[in-house]
């Protein structure tokens, strides 16, 4: 299971850290992304991390402003987005899965609900 928070309203130039507490699967051996979704338009990859890859971002706009991170002991990852802007208003969700390529195309086996971002102008 996936459970992701940390969502919430901010203005922007503001910070916020969304977290994705696991569990049912050895965390360490597994690659963790997130991703958000607009309303009307596709989902899209923000980033990934998991020990043996590393982390990657996958959008050039949150390079530089949000950064990946985990923390095995706690079975938990996080984004910490900083800068923000309205337009990373959107749907967060953290993604799971023991095999790298179907996180970074977003076809994980497992998925946290969402949180929602607001980043007012």
């Known amino acids: 299971q996936l459970q992701a928070s940390g969502g919430g309203l901010v203005q922007a130039g503001g910070s916020l850290r969304l977290s994705c507490a696991t569990s049912?699967?050895?965390?360490?051996?597994?690659?963790i992304g997130w991703f958000r979704q607009i309303p009307g338009k596709e989902r899209e990859g923000v980033a990934c991390?998991?020990?043996?890859?590393?982390?990657?971002y996958s959008l050039e706009s949150v390079k530089g402003r949000f950064t990946i991170s985990k923390d095995n002991a706690k079975g938990t990852a996080y984004l910490q987005m900083n800068s923000l802007k309205p337009e990373d208003t959107a749907v967060y969700y953290c993604?799971?899965?023991?095999?790298?390529?179907?996180?970074?195309?977003?076809?994980?086996?497992?998925w946290g609900q969402g949180t929602q971002v607001t980043v007012s102008s």
């Open positions: 049912g699967f050895p965390f360490h051996e597994y690659i």
């Open positions: 993604a799971a899965d023991n095999t790298y390529p179907k996180v970074v195309r977003g076809t994980s086996d497992y």
């Open positions: 991390i998991g020990d043996r890859y590393g982390s990657t």
